[in-house]
């Protein structure tokens, strides 16, 4: 015969798949010596037998009767007994936890006759709270009955009897809300035996559904696992003085400081030291209460550390001076506590340095580098956007782009507010604190630029409707006019009104040694985007290696270029296009030298030109009349030219190498200026390492285009006269096309960078523009499981860039291969681009730490040297 | 000592790499006995020679001197002879000939002394032209001296002389001319045989210009072929009336007809006979001139076609009573003619069946099947645009969709003039005769749409300037308003002012016999687009097996379905959306029973609503106010509704199956329509073959959504109470996504259908609508060969066509996959799917023969059953 039940005693960590997650762990615990309430746990074996057969089956019964009857001769209790009833909890417990699982049934054990035993045993109010939780949740989980009906019978005697609160019912309000609880379930068994059987069962069968199948279909858990159910003996914090309830975290979760952090209560049920109801002690006070009961607790967190080797997040309960350990888990924990854990449990010894490297999660790390809100400040939230670029800032609300940069400049906080912004916001950008916007995603305009400066961006708030005329916003029926203070949490994407409180940020000493461990153990490089000197120098501190996409195109929105631009933009032929060429040249080669100069001989990629002309096009009539004036041209000749160039899809319009072949005297000026500079910053004693990087190139005959009548005419005539420096022209592997055809690209390119925000854009057919209309609900539906504009589509788009470094390696073994799209700054994609065999990734300053890290964990994975049983968290 | 030159009779066709194609053709003739000039051919292994070491060696002028001795012997001339001249022609002769190589010079051997003999045996003016056009020949390929140079002195001497034409000019004005062009070259030796050594190393080294090095890449021909130079006596047709010139096909070339056609011109040379200065003869009046050589002519016409197995076109020139035989070549001729003569050629029994298929050309095909401009006729041309929809129209130019309608539905025949349509649009497309557009490009809506409709487009016709709100439009110039008659060209991109003669299109005996005959060989099936019944008839009459693929966003817009639509656009909620699908429901199921009738029994292949909803919306502040009044809403919320549906890469957009899944009531009403129309019409006892096709399917999850959502819903409501039809659920796969993962998406979709337009703007990340501004250039670039959009770009997009199909058909064997892109009717991408294993293609009705045609042929080329020697023309 099968043995379908373990008692807490007999099982172990080994058994997990048997007894689910929580039965092996109670197990454990229980192995370990830690006073654990006794119980057993009927198996998932029992659980698919069930499944399959659609009863239970005898054998199983047989044994749960046998198994209740050791833990009534255990405890001198009995099941049903009306003088001190055996009361249990039932709870299901899978290998995996899985939300849509049935959860929990407290008080099991209890009915009209029992209860009279536990009243004995605490008092009145406490039996029947006790007695109608119990209802409650065997109405929810047995008899599927919603969770809002109880409430409705709650509310009507809380009304009756003139209660705000629960808490406020007295013995006879509970008592009458048991028996509506009662009348509402109707058909609730009072044998206690029936009661754990039709448990038992009900948890059972929420194995199968529909959320959670779907959560394993999502997950790609098998479907054939089953879940355990675990009987436990209650005990009560609340019998008396010598009682007590508490949670304890073996480390600080926020500080990670080694001290044990948490709080209790006297004469209270784990449940109301949640609650909050009564103000718990500090558990530092415990030693002065129990001096004993304290030793004890030290004693077992150390026990749960040294066996767990994590910070544990433990639940206890003291019933009559007995210490029981109801529950431990790996505690979650700040950011910052993270780090300080992961680097004090190596320093002492417990961990190795791998381990404490799994231990950080990157997308908390990136936390650490911003301001943050204050957790415990009190918010008055207006709205939430999309969390386009960490960090949060206060300041007042200016819609106008102009006016956010004068008052910018001279230091008054503003935060820009518009429905989406344009190349020529960015100045005004620059100097706000931030921005907000109601329309775009995580990779539109201001985004993107936000990120690359390392601001905070809270973008596609949709709620709110701006009137940029007159000045204000509303959100959900609030105006907010402008000099109206408001903070945003690009972490979070929430939006709030006044100014929160900030928490700076913090790179402590046990980050930068863990992220020097991280680069000893990583293997795959990691660089930056960065577009000017401030922004490579803030990369190069943070650990980047290099420039992996400096894009030019941001260089041109100061107002002397900007206007230079549109002069080129309004050009009817080459010597017009040359004659504004010309101007922005210098400035250009300005650019690069400084560019050079801040990045020390490291390695700098440069973009040509990649968005389309129409971008930097002055459309509105004020400016193209002032330029009109300025450039003494008809205003129609501009507004014309400036509608001619519309597109009706500019993502697949006339951009990148596309305007490098129809005006090849763009990109002439612009490697010109590169490979000057770079003679220059030489010529100052200076090592560089210029990477020329032709974009959105889908045909190797684009690139030979460029590389004959662009770079090497322009080569030919800088070095004519000047040292010959090296450098290296490569491509962006951005287009579908590219990536199917990267063997014959790879034949004329040195180097290959995928821009997986384009790639995600034509591999999936989504605008980052507007997919938002739809992502939303994709991901409520399940068809995504994550935006793919913020975490790789590894199944689609990184099939792509497999095919493309596979087939580009295949024809230049050594070729450079690298990712500088958003991607490149997120974990999981991060472990993608290692395990895809990558040279290195890119990504804006403020994610190089996340990438170091993530890169270096990835290696501890594949190379499997994690110590077992230490799932992350 | 390797041999270098060759004499016409010791060649042979087998020798064509080794004498090019000219010279190998010149031997051939010989061999086979027809009376050619005589000569010689340099080889090309010559010609590698000569580049390889920088100069004419020794051994190849010896035996080049050698032969030009035989020929002197032969001919009884001396070259440089001042009494008797030998004068030969050199010409340049490849393997494939190339445009950019150095042609001829004639007349070689002239110089001051010999024209004496010269004149001697013509006259004096004849001589000096001969000797100055020697010259000036010698001149552009020797010295490179440009064109344009030696018209300027012909101008110079003919103002002088008050000469109109070169041919007013008597023989002292050629003397003058001979000396103006003897002082502009210089330096022309006046030995012949320097003049031949010079000659020869011009044309060899003309194997290196850029022009044809640049033809060699873009056509992948090797560069290390080289060329021939093939001497030959001259003959002159203009020594007396005892001699002439003349040109004959050995077949008509306009109508197929089995006869001699061609002219004849006595006392001439054989330009004249092109320059059209004398009326040349029929040459069948040569009958009667010249009764032998008429006679001799038609046994060489007979005996050319022996050899070559097709028609030839052929040039000769009597002297003093010889027929000589200049050169043959493949006629071109009209696609009707390329029909018959294919269809005779195999009905005499000189060509297989397969060789008759090969002979016809897929894209001429396609002309016969439309109206086309009397070729003969003289046009007044305003501009040119591009062929988006073959045929030929003229009618009235309207400027306003609702007034084309009214008019065209009086019989009256317009052209509807617009910058780009919109779906908007299609009811006046409908009722005119054809569309032209300034904006957009092949796959343009009123492109599709057109092409949908048999109807000429000229569309992205960019040097018109529009204006709608006057009513004109202008190009180059002239003003064309409302009511003027305009001719657009839809196959050649041509607009003419006026009315053009047109021609109307015959399906011949021969043709529908060709046809049957492609049928019989061909192993892919053929379907056609069409989305209503009358298109679907058509289809069939044109030998389609199915219809591939039915729009049904065609069917909303009629006026009451548009106002459907747009109801259901302006719907807040799921219940305002059936009252508006409500309406839609019976006239979709209406549609689509008509489509069941017309199709009897075949596969109809029924696409779900594809374009964004925007595309419906009323844009116009007029419409949106008769909407608002006659819904009774406000039209602010119409106006807003409208604006929140504006997307700025629409293609991207929210369109397809992300509809479906956003709003699954609008898929269900389709879905229901398709079912009980099918239904309906099997209980009206017809066989009925329903395939649902899912949109813009990327991911494997969209299609589970929408079959679990949608059609297992619908259909478990529909068959409750009547009998089960079967039908199946495909997908297009259109995004590169779904190429890269066909093999999970092969697991939901009984079948695949390559929509190859999208899946080419998405693969290259060009947009249809705009690329238009950069893709002319690429192709004069040589950057692309052809307009992706009209020929699948194989090398990219075929990618992952190769990939989807190997992916779906590894995971499901028997998966039917097919095309539905315009590319589907275009012979080269036939011939791709062929080759890829498609199971079918689908393309607009009037291109079905053209794939026919196409599918068989690529079944033959494959086989390689094509009789040695037939090279298309």
Redesign the interface.
Known sequence: MNKYVYSFDEGSADLKNLLGGKGSNLAEMTTIGLNVPPGHTVTTEACLKYLDEGRLAEEIKKQMKEYMEKLEDKMGQKFGDPEDPLLVSVRSGAAVSMPGMMDTILNLGLNDKTVKGLIKKTDERFAYDSYRRFINMFGEVVRGIPHRKFEEKMNEVKKKRNADKDVELEAEGMKEVTKKYKNLVGDIPSDPWEQLVEATKAVFASWDNERAIRYRDLNGLPHDMGTAVNVQVMVYGNTGDNSGSGVAFTRNPSTGENKIYGEFLRNAQGEDVVAGIRTPLDISDLKDVWPDIYKELKGVCKTLEDKYKDMQDLEFTIEEGELYILQTRTGKRTPNAAVKIAHDMHQEGIISKEVALLRVDGKQIEKILHKRIDPDADLDKLTKGINASPGAASGKVVFDTDEAEERGNEDESVILIRPETTPEDIHGLAASEGVLTSRGGMTSHAAVVARGMGKPCVAGAEEIEINIEEDYFEVDGEKIEKDDIITIDGTTGNVILGEAPLIEPKFTDEFEKLLRWADSIRKMGVRANADTPEDTKKAIEFGAEGVGLCRTEHMFFEPERLEAMQELIISEDKDERKYALDKLMPMQKDDFKNLFRAIDGKPLIIRLLDPPLHEFAPTEEKRQKELAEKLEVDRKKIKSKVERLE????????RGC?LG??FPEIYRMQVRAILEAACDVKEEGQDVSPKIMVP?I??V??LK?IKKRVIDPVESKVFVDRDKIDYEVGTMI????AA??AD?IAKEAEFFSFGTN?LT???????R???G??IP??ID????EKDPFQVL?Q???G??VK?ATEKGREEKQDLSVGICGEHGGEPSSVKFCYKTGLDYVSCSPYRVPVARISAAQVVIEEEKEVDEGVDGY
Chains 1, 2 share one sequence.
């Open positions: 597109e009706e899809n500019p993502m697949l319009g006339h596309r072949i129809t959105l889908g045909n005959r684009e285009n951005e287009i579908p096309r199917v055809t014959e384009d854009q034509m591999g999936l057919g989504f605008s523009d507007d997919a209309t739809f609900n994709y539906q399940g068809v995504l589509d199944d689609g788009i099939q792509l095919i």
